[in-house]
């Protein structure tokens, strides 16, 4: 609906993978998991009640469907958020409390590399650009990663939420663990 989906779309097809881009319910009951882009969360938001895909997503993603947001998808896969714009809602389902641009303005957009053994003994670098920050990370999500001892990666069961931008870069990695969560889903749901 809005933001950042063709680095996105780029990124997974160059894994292999079929892209949709869901603009509705109907293409929502087309996808195996879904990757909500950085933009500007309080216009998704809006987006998603105009377009009538508020309760379709709130509705699959708790029933299971893996999940990656990015930036302001971040934002919406939040339980919580601190700083909202007057009346903005969350898809919610991770277990986390969120800031909205937490690092600053676009001036204040920086790069890092990143600690993340779920990736790998590489470091990860991440593209940090009007950043959200994880303030509080509930029981049941878990931090993937941390700037200065301030959470910006967290996974809990298929949902995987970051502050920064991966589909700017050339490490394929965040996508690859995002593609093995939808991979095992559709093993579970197709196993007899």
């Known amino acids: 609906l809005q933001g ?26 087309k996808v195996a998991g879904l990757v909500i882009p950085g933009g500007e969360s309080s216009v998704m938001d809006k987006l998603c009640r105009i377009f009538d895909l508020q309760q379709p997503l709130r509705e699959r993603i708790a029933g299971g469907m893996p999940v990656f947001g990015t930036c302001a998808g971040l934002i ?7 700083d909202g ?25 920086f790069e890092t590399d990143l600690d993340v053994p779920e990736l790998g003994p590489e470091p990860a670098h991440a593209v940090f650009i009007r950043a959200p920050i994880i303030e509080e990370v509930g029981p049941n999500a878990r931090t993937l990663a941390a700037v200065d001892g301030r959470t910006v990666a967290a996974i809990q069961d298929r949902l995987l939420g970051i502050s920064f931008h991966p589909e700017v870069t050339s490490d394929t990695r965040w996508h690859e663990l995002f593609c093995r969560m939808v991979d095992e889903t559709v093993s579970t749901e197709t196993s007899p």
């Open 85 to 109: 714009m007057e009346g903005q809602q969350t898809l919610g389902g991770l277990d986390v409390t969120v800031r909205r641009n937490a690092f600053g303005s676009q001036v204040d957009s």
């Open 76 to 82: 919406m896969l939040a339980d919580r958020i601190v």
């Open 4 to 29: 950042g989906v063709r680095e996105h779309v780029a990124m997974l097809t160059s894994l292999g993978r079929e892209t949709i881009l869901v603009r509705t319910p109907r293409d929502l009951e």
